[in-house]
């Protein structure tokens, strides 16, 4: 059974920073994409970062939304089976529910949410003015 637990979300002011975690189970994570999306109501859930395995040991390559580019990090433990996502001159327009998600199949179409296969329960993000 595959599982997917985040943390580190909480409420901090603009220009501030905030690190998320994502520890898996059931897999050995270092093989496969992982994804941080979020959500805001009424809305579909946004792509935010992907890190995409190349196929070659532990090379990955990092993607970002625009909105995100240069403000957002995200890196691995793979050790301990964790995604990070390192967030940091936070805005407002920022503050959503941010969900990792997992995809077994190495889809190249890693911005797309229904390429993943299992996600986590969120945690919530907000950025206050």
């Known amino acids: 059974q595959v599982q997917l637990v985040e943390s580190g979300g909480g409420l901090v002011q603009a220009g501030g920073s905030l690190r998320l975690s994502c520890t898996a189970s059931?897999?050995?994570?270092?093989?496969?994409?992982m994804g941080w999306f979020r959500q805001t109501p009424g809305k579909e859930r946004e792509f935010v970062s992907a890190?995409?395995?190349?196929?070659?040991?532990?090379?990955?390559?990092?993607s970002y939304a625009d909105s995100v580019k240069g403000r957002f990090t995200i890196s691995r433990d793979n050790a301990k089976n964790t995604v990070y996502l390192q967030m940091n001159s936070l805005k407002p327009d920022d503050t959503a529910v941010y969900y990792c998600a997992v995809d077994l199949h190495a889809s190249d179409m890693y911005s797309i949410a229904n390429e993943y296969d299992y996600w986590g329960q969120g945690t919530q993000v907000t950025v206050s003015s």
């Open positions: 059931g897999r050995t994570f270092s093989l496969y994409n």
């Open positions: 890190s995409t395995w190349s196929g070659i040991r532990t090379e990955y390559a990092d």
